[in-house]
C-alpha cells in the first residue's frame, strides 16, 4: 500500500480557499486517491475521489497530475464548519474489501 | 451508501474488564473494518472482518486481546478484554463500497468513545 504525506495543519480564514497537498510517490497504477474528512467525534466521511487530472463534485476538487505522486484536494470558500482533520489515502477501487490504511491527516483550522 | 449503527457510542469501564462493541450495518457487506483512534491521533487498522471466516488482524493486534465475531453479511462484534488504561481510545467499524456504488467510499460508524479506569 502507497504511503502518503501531508501536512499536518494548517489555518485558513472563512471564505478563503485551501488547498491541500499530499505526497504518494509509491502509487501503484490500480490505485485510486481518496479523500476524507472527519469531524471531533465523528467517523471519517468521503469527500472524492480521484484517478487522473481533475475531479469536482458538491464539496470539493480534486487535482491530480500527470504522474499521479501527488495530488491537491480544494476546497473553495471554506467556512467555520470546514474545520476538521483531512486524510488522503491511496487504494485500488473498484472493490469493497481493499483495508483502508489512514496516514496522520491534515488538521484544518477556519478562523472568522 | 450503507448506514451504520455503533453501539455504545461510549463507556467508561474498570480495568481488567471486557466490553463488546456493535456495528450494525443496513445492508448486506462483504467485508467489515475494525479501527482505533487514540486522542488527537490517526486511525489505526485493527482488524478485517469476513463472514464466516476468521478475522485477519493487522501486526500489533491479537485475537485474544480484541476477539471479533461476524455473525452474518450486516452485523459484527469487536471485544476489548481484559481491558487496560491504554485501551481508553475511540473504536470505529467501518464498511466497503457498494460495489454499485463505488465512487462514494467506504462508511464509517460514528465510533465507541471507550475509557478505561
Known amino acids: 500500500l502507497a504511503k502518503t504525506t501531508q501536512p499536518i495543519s494548517m489555518d485558513s480564514y472563512e471564505g478563503q480557499e485551501v488547498n491541500i497537498t499530499c505526497s504518494h510517490n509509491n502509487i501503484a497504477t490500480n490505485d485510486y486517491i481518496t479523500w476524507y474528512q472527519q469531524f471531533p467525534s465523528q467517523g471519517p466521511r468521503f469527500i472524492i475521489q480521484?484517478?487522473?487530472t481533475k475531479v469536482t463534485n458538491e464539496v470539493a476538487s480534486l487535482f491530480i497530475p500527470a504522474d499521479r505522486k501527488s495530488s491537491t484536494l480544494s476546497l473553495p470558500r471554506v467556512s467555520l464548519s470546514d474545520t476538521a482533520v483531512y486524510y488522503c489515502l491511496v487504494a485500488p477501487s473498484g472493490g469493497n474489501t481493499d483495508k483502508l490504511i489512514f496516514g496522520t491527516g491534515t488538521r484544518l483550522q477556519v478562523f472568522p | 451508501s450503507a448506514v451504520i449503527s455503533q453501539k455504545p457510542s461510549r463507556d467508561i469501564c474498570q480495568r481488567g474488564t471486557s466490553l463488546t462493541i456493535q456495528c450494525q450495518v443496513d445492508?448486506?457487506?462483504?467485508?467489515m473494518f475494525w479501527y482505533r483512534q487514540q486522542p488527537g491521533q490517526s486511525l489505526t487498522l485493527i482488524a478485517t472482518a469476513n463472514q464466516g471466516s476468521e478475522a485477519t488482524y493487522e501486526s500489533g493486534f491479537v485475537i485474544d486481546k480484541f476477539p471479533i465475531s461476524r455473525p452474518n453479511l450486516t452485523f459484527s462484534t469487536l471485544t476489548v478484554s481484559n481491558m487496560s488504561p491504554e485501551d481508553s481510545s475511540i473504536y470505529l467499524c467501518s464498511v466497503g463500497r457498494d460495489s454499485s456504488t463505488y465512487m462514494y467510499g467506504y462508511t464509517f460508524g460514528s465510533g465507541t468513545r471507550l475509557t478505561v479506569v
Open positions: 445492508s448486506q457487506v462483504t467485508m
Open positions: 480521484g484517478y487522473k
